[in-house]
Structure formats: C-alpha cells, structure tokens
C-alpha cells in the first residue's frame, strides 16, 4: 500500500516532507504569503505557501481557488506553537483535484439553524460538526468496547417488528407485505429472549418513536445501545449503567481532547463523571423538585422540565429508581417493598441534560406479566414468544437502553441534539 498521511497524525512526520489530501477550508493572504487551511477528516491543519515556493500557476490557482475544492498538497512539517493544533506545513507543491463549481453556500458569516439543516450534507465538514461526530464515534466504540470486553455477546434485533415495545402512541407503521409491520422502538424484548440463551447480551441500532416532541433532546430517530443481563436485579443493573457511562466519558476524555477544546467543552464538568454516582428513589425525586420551588404532584411522569431540575441538583449523572407502574411499561418487575412502584431506573444526565438511560429489572412471572399485558392491551397473540422467556426457565433478568445521542449531546456541552448524528430525523425534518 502506498504511503499515506493524515493530518491526525501529523506530530510523527515533525521535520518529514508529507502529501496530505483534503479540501481547502480557509484560506487568508498577507500580501506574498497565503495561509491555507485544510481539512482531510482527521483534522485541521495550517499549510503556509509563499510566492515563490511554487510554480507561479499554482500559487495564482490557490489564490483564488473556492473554499472546499479538493486538492493535494506537499511540504515539510514543523511544530509551531502559534499553529492551532501545534503544527504547519511549509507547501512545497500543490495539485488541485477539484476546484469548487460555485461559491460554498456556508460561510464564515452567521447562518440560521434552518438553513444550516438544509444544507446538513455540507455543514457536517465543518469544524464544530468534526469534533461532535468524532466524538460520537468514541463514545460508541467505548460503550461497544465496554460490553465487549466482558463478554457480552452482541445480538442486533429486528427493525421490523409485528408488535410494540415501548406502548403504542409512538408506533411508526409500514408494510411487511400483506401484513403491517411496525419500525423497533427499542431492541429490548428480543434482548430478553437472546439473554436467556447467551446470558450477557447487547444490541445496537435505531429505534423510531413517531413522537409529536419538539425538544431539543428528542429525534424521531436515534440510536441506543441495550445490554440485557440474566440473573440480575435492579442494583446490578445500575452498576453495569454506572461503569458503562463513566467508561463512555473516561474515553472520550482521553482520547478527544482536541475535540472537546474546539467546543469548548467544560472539562472538570466530565471530569467528575466518576462512580459513584448519587442513586435516589422516584419519591425522593419528587421532593427535592418541590423543595427547589418546582412543584410536582407524586404519581406523575416526569417531563423535560423536570429533569432539568433534577439534574441541576448533582454534579455527575444520577441515578433515578422505582418510578409508578402507572408510568412505566409493562414489563417493569414490581418493587417486593412498595407495590405502588417498579423496579425501573433512569439515569439522568447533569448540567441540565436529563434522561440518558432508561431501564430496570424485568416482570419474572409469567402469569403476572401476562395479566399486565392484558391491562395495557397488549395483544397477547403476538407475544406469546416472549411469555415463553417466563415459561421456561425464567430468571431475574434486567437491561437499560442507553441514548447515544442523548449521551454524545451531553458530553459534548452542546444545546441541541440535532447536531450528535450525521443526518437527524425531526418532526419537521427528513431531509437530507
Ligand atoms: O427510556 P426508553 O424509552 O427505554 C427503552 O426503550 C427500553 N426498552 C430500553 C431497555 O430497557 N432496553 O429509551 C431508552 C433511552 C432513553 O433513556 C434516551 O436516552 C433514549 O433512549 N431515547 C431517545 N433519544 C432521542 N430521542 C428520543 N425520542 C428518545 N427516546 C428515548
Ligand atoms: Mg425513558
């Protein structure tokens, strides 16, 4: 294979001659000198060019070449600590690959979100988009690399899907043929059944919920990691929740530094993100949000405001237990200690950000869960594979779905969750 350079790795060619391949993504001129910046999806990188130093072709062509042409460029690689990124490259020869046809629609100037989501195809090259979808792409492989390494087996579940899992006002249908089919709102039944024949099971992949949320932390479709664990109980489950997520950051924190300086991200704020994390009740929950003057009547839901609040009570994630049944699906186990709530948990992200997991022990009885079914009218017919996980053999079991771009969303500090996934689905978006 041939050489190649990316300006990732640029400190170990310090002093080396190197051709980097990338697209022109700035460009300033002091009179004789031109100060090109480029970009080949591993970083950003100042090329310095003086009149002279190349043929007088290609230095008028560089002059004048529209931004995000794509081009080759050789030179010599020197530390600079006035450099962004600490290096620069003395251009020594340049071809251009393709010159731009028209001006790039983004600019230097300040556009709105609107037009910026129109053009999302373009706006991910980028240098804020760089650092968060970089930094999605860590977070992913830490959270995969966690499971991993522990034997966990990963067992991808169907997209499409007869039945819901997640109740049914978010269902988005289709056609399976002759039959309607439903898009997965989460993989986590069928995690249930695949933990029963391989123990320690994780899934990862979408999930749709045609949900009529406008908020910044919703998407219509996102992207979760769901482990499912056999013989486990609610505070097994909050521990794998625990080490997972602080792994995630951990990660992120020593590999991402670049990145996260781009977005200006408060680094002590991640820093803190170590076990353990505060665990309180649903009740207790319910208290400090009136104590904080934010009033909340116990047995509700609790919506985005209220976890903001919530999560502005800690300086690390927290851990949310025994929410009511009345909130919480049908296969959440009853607390043995309080029949009014379930062995569910939520981790709610700080400064802010709220619900980041969702999760718990699982209904182990088949004849009771069968009954929940029938309350929530769940039509049974379809299920009757999952009643078999009950039926043969069952066990204390439980999982948690955690939201990458929930999670990507906080660790990178930004407001909104449109910008944690390369082509977001909204409500009022589907394009590009
Ligand atoms: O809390 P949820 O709905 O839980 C489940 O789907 C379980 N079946 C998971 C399981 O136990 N295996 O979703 C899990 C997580 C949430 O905590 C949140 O991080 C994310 O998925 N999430 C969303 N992210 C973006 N947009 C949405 N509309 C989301 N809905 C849930
Ligand atoms: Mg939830």
């Given at each position: 294979m041939r050489q190649r350079y990316y300006i990732g790795d640029i400190g170990d060619y310090d002093g080396q001659e190197v051709t980097l391949e990338g697209w022109l993504a700035g460009r300033r001129s002091s009179g004789k000198i031109l100060f090109l910046q480029v970009r080949d999806g591993t970083g950003f990188i100042q090329c310095v060019v003086g009149r002279g130093d190349v043929d007088d072709e290609i230095f008028e062509e560089l002059s004048a070449l529209p931004m995000e042409s794509s081009l080759r460029v050789t030179g010599c690689v020197a530390a600079d600590s006035r450099a962004p990124g600490g290096f620069e490259v003395s251009i020594v020869g340049a071809e251009v690959v393709s010159a731009a046809a028209l001006e790039y629609p983004i600019t230097r100037k300040e556009h709105g979100v609107p037009f910026l989501m129109d053009h999302r195809h373009l706006w991910i090259r980028s240098s804020r988009q760089f650092a968060i979808l970089r930094i999605r792409t860590t977070a992913i492989r830490a959270a995969k690399n966690y499971f991993d390494s522990r034997g966990y087996v990963q067992l991808d579940?169907?997209?499409?899907?007869?039945?819901?899992?997640?109740?049914?006002?978010?269902?988005?249908?289709?056609?399976?043929?002759?039959?309607?089919?439903?898009?997965?709102?989460?993989?986590?039944?069928?995690?249930?059944?695949?933990?029963?024949?391989?123990?320690?099971?994780?899934?990862?992949?979408?999930?749709?919920?045609?949900?009529?949320?406008?908020?910044?932390?919703?998407?219509?479709?996102?992207?979760?990691?769901?482990?499912?664990?056999?013989?486990?109980?609610?505070?097994?489950?909050?521990?794998?929740?625990?080490?997972?997520?602080?792994?995630?950051?951990?990660t992120v924190l020593s590999e991402r530094g670049p990145e996260l300086a781009i977005l200006?991200?408060?680094?002590?704020?991640?820093?803190?993100?170590?076990?353990?994390?505060?665990?309180?009740?649903?009740?207790?929950?319910?208290?400090?949000?009136?104590?904080?003057?934010?009033?909340?009547?116990?047995?509700?839901?609790?919506?985005?405001?209220?976890?903001?609040v919530l999560s502005r009570e800690f300086d690390r994630p927290a851990m949310v237990t025994r929410y009511p049944r009345a909130v919480k699906p049908f296969y959440m186990e009853n607390d043995p200690d309080d029949d009014r709530v379930t062995l569910s948990v939520d981790m709610l992200a700080p400064e802010g950000y709220g619900e980041i997991v969702g999760g718990g022990q699982r209904m182990m009885d088949a004849t009771e869960l069968e009954a929940r079914m029938r309350e929530d009218g769940v039509p049974i017919d379809d299920y009757q594979w999952y009643l078999d996980t009950r039926r043969y053999g069952a066990v204390p079991h439980g999982g948690f779905g955690l939201g990458i771009e929930r999670v990507v969303t906080w660790i990178c500090g930004i407001p909104h969750i449109r910008e944690s996934i390369p082509f977001p689905r909204m409500l009022n978006r589907m394009r590009p």
């Amino acid at each position: 294979m041939r050489q190649r350079y990316y300006i990732g790795d640029i400190g170990d060619y310090d002093g080396q001659e190197v051709t980097l391949e990338g697209w022109l993504a700035g460009r300033r001129s002091s009179g004789k000198i031109l100060f090109l910046q480029v970009r080949d999806g591993t970083g950003f990188i100042q090329c310095v060019v003086g009149r002279g130093d190349v043929d007088d072709e290609i230095f008028e062509e560089l002059s004048a070449l529209p931004m995000e042409s794509s081009l080759r460029v050789t030179g010599c690689v020197a530390a600079d600590s006035r450099a962004p990124g600490g290096f620069e490259v003395s251009i020594v020869g340049a071809e251009v690959v393709s010159a731009a046809a028209l001006e790039y629609p983004i600019t230097r100037k300040e556009h709105g979100v609107p037009f910026l989501m129109d053009h999302r195809h373009l706006w991910i090259r980028s240098s804020r988009q760089f650092a968060i979808l970089r930094i999605r792409t860590t977070a992913i492989r830490a959270a995969k690399n966690y499971f991993d390494s522990r034997g966990y087996v990963q067992l991808d579940t169907p997209i499409l899907t007869p039945t819901a899992c997640e109740g049914t006002t978010t269902l988005f249908e289709t056609n399976y043929f002759e039959e309607s089919a439903y898009l997965s709102q989460s993989g986590q039944l069928y995690n249930e059944a695949t933990a029963m024949a391989f123990g320690k099971v994780y899934c990862l992949g979408p999930a749709f919920r045609a949900e009529k949320s406008k908020t910044r932390r919703h998407l219509i479709e996102f992207w979760q990691i769901e482990p499912e664990v056999a013989f486990a109980d609610l505070d097994d489950i909050m521990d794998i929740q625990e080490e997972l997520v602080a792994e995630m950051v951990a990660t992120v924190l020593s590999e991402r530094g670049p990145e996260l300086a781009i977005l200006e991200r408060d680094i002590d704020a991640l820093e803190r993100v170590k076990a353990p994390f505060p665990r309180i009740t649903y009740s207790e929950a319910v208290e400090l949000l009136n104590k904080a003057g934010h009033s909340f009547e116990w047995g509700g839901d609790f919506g985005a405001e209220d976890e903001t609040v919530l999560s502005r009570e800690f300086d690390r994630p927290a851990m949310v237990t025994r929410y009511p049944r009345a909130v919480k699906p049908f296969y959440m186990e009853n607390d043995p200690d309080d029949d009014r709530v379930t062995l569910s948990v939520d981790m709610l992200a700080p400064e802010g950000y709220g619900e980041i997991v969702g999760g718990g022990q699982r209904m182990m009885d088949a004849t009771e869960l069968e009954a929940r079914m029938r309350e929530d009218g769940v039509p049974i017919d379809d299920y009757q594979w999952y009643l078999d996980t009950r039926r043969y053999g069952a066990v204390p079991h439980g999982g948690f779905g955690l939201g990458i771009e929930r999670v990507v969303t906080w660790i990178c500090g930004i407001p909104h969750i449109r910008e944690s996934i390369p082509f977001p689905r909204m409500l009022n978006r589907m394009r590009p």
